[in-house]
């Protein structure tokens, strides 16, 4: 069984910054194109951050130019570092494969935006 563990959210103002980690414990981490998801209070769970299987990264249009999405082969982590962030950034973070066929979901790590 894949676990993930999402980590290194938390308060922060308006304009700062964060970096979140994600652990995958699944063999062959490597292979899996990741991909970060958020869900904020009354909406629906979307994906902001993602590589795609050749290697490239997509972002939601929101995030563009913001978030940057990395990864650690060797560590089996992947990084979401967020930059500029904004209340509305404010949401429960996830890690997981890209894509309709996902892991089990983890606890995800919380990151409120606010002065």
């Known amino acids: 069984q894949v676990q993930l563990v999402e980590s290194g959210g938390g308060l922060v103002q308006p304009g700062g910054s964060l970096r979140l980690s994600c652990a995958v414990s699944?063999?062959?981490?490597?292979?899996?194109?990741m991909g970060w998801y958020r869900q904020a209070p009354g909406k629906q769970r979307e994906l902001v951050a993602a590589?795609?299987?050749?290697?490239?990264?997509n972002y939601a249009d929101s995030v563009k130019g913001r978030f940057t999405i990395s990864k650690d082969n060797a560590k089996n982590t992947v990084y979401l570092q967020m930059n500029s962030l904004k209340p509305e950034d404010t949401a429960v973070y996830y890690c997981?494969?890209?894509?309709?066929?996902?892991?089990?979901w983890g606890q995800g790590t919380q990151v409120t935006v606010s002065s």
């Open positions: 997981n494969m890209r894509g309709s066929i996902t892991w089990p």
């Open positions: 590589f795609t299987s050749g290697g490239s990264t």
């Open positions: 699944a063999r062959f981490f490597s292979i899996y194109a």
